[in-house]
C-alpha cells in the first residue's frame, strides 16, 4: 500500500500522493495521474506480491488550500490492492504537517497484509510532521481485526537518499480464526531509496522481528520505475 501507498511509506510509498475534496477551479487545482512498475510490492518491509513483480496506478486531485484526495490501485499475491483516500497537508513557520484517512480495499479473500480475518478491508488514520529533511509519522488502525495496531516511521532525505525507519506495533487479533501472516506480534525495518532519475528508484530494505514474528529476514531489493501525469 503507498500513501505513495506513500506513507506512507515509500513508497512508500509509496509511501503515495493526493488530490483535493473541495470544488475547484483549474487555476486551484491539480488533477494528475501515476503509473509503477516493480519487482515486488514492498509495503514497511514486507514483500506483499511473493509471486513476482507488481504493476500499479492511481488518480490525485489536490487543492491549493491543502486539502487532497485520490485512489491507487496495485497487483499483489492472489489479488489486488485499492486504496482510496483524502487529507489535508500544509505548512506553518516552516513545520509541515499532514492528516488523513486511507482505505485499503481488498476484493478478494487472503490477499490483505494480514490474512485469514473475519474482514480483510483496513483503514487508517495517519498523521506525519516534517522539519527540514526529517519526518516522523503514525499511523492507527480503526477498522479490522486488528484495530489497535499502529505503525511509526521516522525518515530523512539526504539528496537523492531516502532512510526510513518502521515500527508495527501489532497486537493480538480479535479474531480466534485469525492466522496473521505477520506472526501476530511486532517487528521493524529500515528502508533505504535512491532515486536515480525522477522515474527510476532502487531500494533495500531489512527486516527485524522479534521473537514470535516471521518477517522475512534477508534484505529486499526492489527496483520501480514510476511516471506521472498531469491531466
Excluded at 9 to 38: F, Y
Excluded at 203 to 214: E, G, K, Q, R
Amino acid at each position: 500500500m503507498k500513501l505513495s501507498k506513500k506513507i506512507v511509506p515509500v513508497a512508500i510509498a509509496s509511501a503515495m500522493s493526493v488530490s483535493a475534496l473541495l470544488v475547484a477551479t483549474p487555476a486551484v487545482a491539480e488533477v494528475s495521474a501515476n503509473v509503477a512498475v516493480s519487482n515486488m510490492y514492498l509495503w514497511r518491509g514486507v514483500n506483499l506480491a511473493q509471486n513476482g513483480g507488481t504493476v500499479s496506478g492511481g488518480l490525485d486531485y489536490a487543492h491549493a488550500s491543502g486539502a487532497y484526495a485520490g485512489m491507487w490501485t496495485s497487483s499483489e499475491s492472489g489479488g489486488h490492492e485499492t486504496d482510496l483516500y483524502l487529507g489535508f497537508s500544509g505548512e506553518a513557520s516552516g513545520v509541515g504537517y499532514d492528516i488523513g484517512y486511507i482505505e485499503y480495499l481488498y476484493p478478494e479473500d487472503g490477499t490483505a497484509p494480514k490474512n485469514g480475518l473475519s474482514d480483510t478491508d483496513v483503514s487508517e488514520l495517519y498523521l506525519s510532521g516534517s522539519y527540514g529533511p526529517v519526518t516522523v509519522g503514525a499511523n492507527f488502525v480503526t477498522d479490522s481485526d486488528y484495530d489497535d495496531d499502529a505503525y511509526y516511521t521516522i525518515s530523512g532525505e539526504f539528496g537523492a537518499v531516502t532512510a526510513t525507519f518502521g515500527i508495527w506495533d501489532i497486537d493480538d487479533p480479535k479474531s480466534a480464526n485469525a492466522t496473521p501472516s505477520f506472526g501476530g506480534a511486532e517487528y521493524s525495518h529500515l528502508t533505504l531509496d535512491y532515486a536515480a532519475t525522477d522515474e527510476l528508484t532502487f531500494s533495500v530494505s531489512v527486516a527485524s522481528p522479534d521473537v514470535t514474528d516471521a518477517v522475512e529476514e534477508d534484505p529486499l531489493f526492489v527496483v520501480t520505475y514510476a511516471k506521472s501525469f498531469d491531466l
